[in-house]
């Protein structure tokens, strides 16, 4: 079980940084700004007053957890949930 759980959690994180990669690419491109430049992710970021992706995601990880919780306690969802 363990083994099953380390795999899945080392795919989330290549999937959050694959993710992050495209983002990052995307900034550049809108910004004109290319590799020859040297600019750091974080000037990027600053520049268009963004946060990283996985900002981005867990925000939107606790919107839904916070909708899950709202939700009646008779829903499956919630009893799938939280157990």
């Known amino acids: 079980m363990q083994a099953s759980i380390n795999q899945w959690l080392s795919r989330a994180r290549h999937s959050v940084r694959r993710l992050d990669e495209f ?3 995307c900034l550049h491109k809108i910004a004109g700004i290319k590799w020859q430049d040297r600019v750091l992710n974080t000037e990027v970021l600053c520049l ?18 916070g909708h899950v919780v709202r939700t009646a306690t008779q829903t499956g969802l919630r009893t799938a949930v939280i157990r």
């Open 23 to 25: 983002h990052m690419r």
């Open 48 to 65: 268009y007053g963004s946060s990283g992706i996985e900002t981005f995601l867990l925000a939107a990880e606790l919107r839904w957890v």
